[in-house]
T-cell receptor, first 118, second 106 residues
């Protein structure tokens, strides 16, 4: 059974940084397509970033240049480095597996909450 | 970006009812459409891919149809555990975008 567990969320001031982690079991983060999706009451579900098994990375325009997705094979962990955080980045962030052939977010973690506020 | 619009935003139905949710895409996305179910306080759950294919383990009372710009999610014979918010998502191209959700109350 695939399980994803996010951590690293919390309260941060605008302009600050955070690193989210997603510990995976039942799959290899290095051999699969993985991603991050966020959710707010106001904007709903929003795709944030993807990393393909080959290492290619993709970002939503709203986070491009500020967020970096990466993975650690030895720890079987996915990361999202978030810099220059804005109030509008406040959201629940979910780690997901990505079913490449259908473009679907297949397995989801429970999420970790980021609140950007002064 | 491809805009996804769901209707209705919410609905109320009775146990055993048949429920239909519509998702419209802002352009032709062929059959690149996925559906998710989210219960309060939980992460979304992947239900249907490529418009009509049920993910493993999803009850057969759920079905999806459509192509092009108009898609539907149907729940036949509504069960208590189907009370949730349902989202569509286009996978035709990045950025992948979701509908705003349809809340189903029983």
């Amino acid at each position: 059974e695939v399980q994803l567990v996010e951590s690293g969320g919390g309260l941060v001031q605008p302009g600050g940084s955070l690193r989210l982690s997603c510990s995976a079991s039942g799959i290899s983060v290095n051999s699969n397509y993985m991603g991050w999706v966020r959710q707010t009451p106001g904007r709903g579900l929003e795709w944030v970033s993807l990393i393909y098994s080959g290492g290619a990375t993709y970002y939503a325009d709203s986070v491009k240049g500020r967020f970096t997705i990466s993975r650690d094979k030895s720890k079987n962990t996915l990361f999202l480095e978030m810099d220059s955080l804005r109030v509008e980045d406040t959201a629940m962030y979910y780690c997901t597996t990505f079913y490449w052939s259908s473009g679907a977010f297949e397995t989801w973690g429970r999420g970790t909450l980021i609140t950007v506020t002064s | 970006d491809i805009q996804m619009t769901q209707s209705p935003s919410s609905l109320s139905a009775s146990l055993g009812d048949r429920v239909t949710i519509t998702c419209r895409a802002g352009q032709n996305i062929y059959r690149s459409l996925n559906w998710y179910q989210q219960k309060p306080g939980k992460a979304p759950k992947f239900l249907i891919y490529d418009a009509s294919n049920l993910q493993i383990g999803v009850p057969s009372r759920f079905s999806g149809s459509g192509s092009g710009t108009t898609f539907t999610l149907t729940i036949n014979s509504l069960e208590p555990e189907d009370s949730a918010t349902y989202y569509c998502q286009q996978s035709y191209g990045m950025p992948y975008t979701f509908g705003q959700g349809t809340k189903v109350e029983i």
